[in-house]
């Protein structure tokens, strides 16, 4: 079992940047791939990114790729997500999520694919 924690949402005008983290706690964090996933309202929750459990492989939504960045510190249990360019139509809930695997570099797109969700943090963009 993994619990998931993610921080570091709030309001910023369009064009800042925010970090959100996500902290692990449980079983190792080894052996989880970790994606992102965001839901807007009135829309169904979507991909936003994912690395692997090495750390060495990451994947992005279009909508993102170049302006989000996905990193992973597996000594400290935690996992970021670097949002620059950030634009009014990225105002979503953020959730990290936690896959156990045993391929030390696959990532995982799909939200069916996630066993284990943290709460979500609000990202707010204003234009």
């Known amino acids: 079992q993994v619990q998931l924690v993610e921080s570091g949402g709030g309001l910023v005008q369009a064009g800042g940047s925010l970090r959100l983290s996500c902290a692990a706690s449980?079983?190792?964090?080894?052996?989880?791939?970790m994606g992102w996933f965001r839901q807007a309202p009135g829309k169904e929750r979507e991909f936003v990114g994912a690395?692997?459990?090495?750390?060495?492989?990451?994947n992005y939504a279009d909508s993102v790729k170049g302006r989000f960045t996905i990193s992973r510190d597996n000594a400290k249990n935690t996992m970021s997500l670097q949002m620059n360019i950030l634009k009014p139509e990225d105002t979503a809930v953020y959730y990290c999520?936690?896959?156990?695997?045993?391929?030390?570099?696959?990532?995982?797109?799909?939200?069916?694919?996630?066993?284990?969700w943290g709460q979500g943090t609000q990202v707010t963009v204003s234009s």
């Open positions: 999520a936690a896959v156990g695997t045993t391929a030390w570099n696959t990532i995982y797109g799909k939200i069916y694919d996630y066993a284990y």
């Open positions: 449980g079983r190792t964090f080894s052996g989880y791939a």
């Open positions: 690395i692997s459990w090495s750390g060495g492989n990451t």
